[in-house]
């Protein structure tokens, strides 16, 4: 196989990982919410996604390394170790990733997966503002004019619940819009601070960088626990409400920020909006069939301006600076 062949698998290869692992993680995190039987904390699920995110990092960094354990120990030491002070740099991101995944539970477990999917958009817009606030990166006017439809679409489809049916019992979807909504705006703050990071340690690589960021998550993610369900954790045990789908879920999640970065290496913002847009597209459905999702006029049309947002904000500039600044962009979204 040639490296133009081989370019080419791993950029469809990636493109398809990424929709599937969109649409999949927002249904099956609505499904494990949902379902009939003992209720998972969502705090442990966090924490257990981190520390899989955490050995699989090590292991790229092992690879990384030629699979030589003394380089590989060695690396580790000298990076996260005899560097204190550059370790405690992801301290912010640990933070405020560890509350975002929180947040997409409580989101999961109040808006239909179909609903959430399209709401979680709004991260490029948070994305955008920050990196135009941090980065002072210049957005061009289709650009700004992307924002706007896609403000319009989450709102259309915030709208569109009036139409449908009663929420369940328990459900409120003001809460869950106000926790996707916050996950939104801190997915936005640390990416372009992780970028920030990135830009300023090019010596360290983003697997690296990635043991780093987990290996502070898990104190914090362990807080989290203690603070917010400590009594529940106590008294029914961390691994509560866990069978093989809850596993699945932590792997899933786990494996969400992977995928990402095969994307951004192998493929481009256009053919990633593609991917993102079908995800919509399939959560619509698979919400149609499996949870008695109803569609209406308006989440119809505001599912449609935020596709349509996607595409426009993803389309690469003729100016060589304006598109180099978009990639910049784009890659700090998704770290």
């Keep these: 196989m040639t490296v133009d062949n081989k370019s080419q698998v791993l950029k469809v290869t990636s493109l398809v990982t990424l929709t599937l692992q969109n649409a999949v993680l927002g249904l099956s995190m609505r499904y494990a919410r949902t379902r009939v039987g003992p209720m998972f904390i969502s705090s442990t699920a966090v924490v257990m996604s981190e520390l899989v995110k955490l050995l699989t990092c090590l292991f790229l960094v092992y690879k990384e390394n030629h699979f030589c354990s003394k380089k590989w120990s060695s690396s580790l030491y000298s990076t996260v170790i005899q560097q204190p002070l550059d370790t405690l740099k992801v ?9 975002q995944n929180n947040l997409l539970y409580v989101s999961a477990s109040h808006l239909d997966a179909a609903t959430y999917q399209v709401t979680y958009q709004l991260k490029i817009l948070t994305t955008a503002l920050f990196a135009v606030a941090l980065l002072k990166k210049k957005l061009s006017q289709r650009q700004w004019f992307a924002l706007v439809v896609l403000v319009v679409g ?3 489809v915030q709208l569109s619940g009036s139409e449908g049916k009663s929420p369940r019992e328990g459900q409120n979807k003001v809460i869950g819009f106000s926790a996707a909504l916050g996950a939104c705006v801190l997915s ?5 601070y992780f970028e920030m990071i990135l830009k300023g340690s090019n010596e360290i690589s983003v697997w690296m960088r990635n043991v780093q960021l987990s290996l502070l998550s898990l104190p914090f993610g362990f807080i989290t626990c203690i603070t917010t369900d400590w009594s529940e954790i106590n008294s029914k045990g961390w691994l509560y409400g866990y069978d093989f789908f809850i596993f699945y879920l932590v792997f899933l999640q786990a494996g969400g920020g992977l995928v990402v970065a095969l994307v951004v290496k192998y493929a481009d ?3 990633k909006g593609f991917a993102t847009s079908l995800a919509i597209v399939i959560s619509c459905v698979c919400s149609m069939y499996f949870f008695q999702f109803k569609l209406t006029f308006m989440f119809v049309l505001g599912a449609t301006c935020v596709i349509t947002s996607i595409f426009l904000y993803s389309l690469v500039p003729t100016d060589k600076k304006q598109y180099s600044l978009l990639v910049g962009k784009e890659k700090s979204e998704n770290i």
């Design 154 to 156: 989450v709102a259309l």
């Design 269 to 271: 913002n256009i053919l």
């Design 188 to 192: 936005g703050f640390a990416g372009i």
């Design 91 to 99: 301290c912010v991101p640990s933070f405020v990733y560890i509350i």
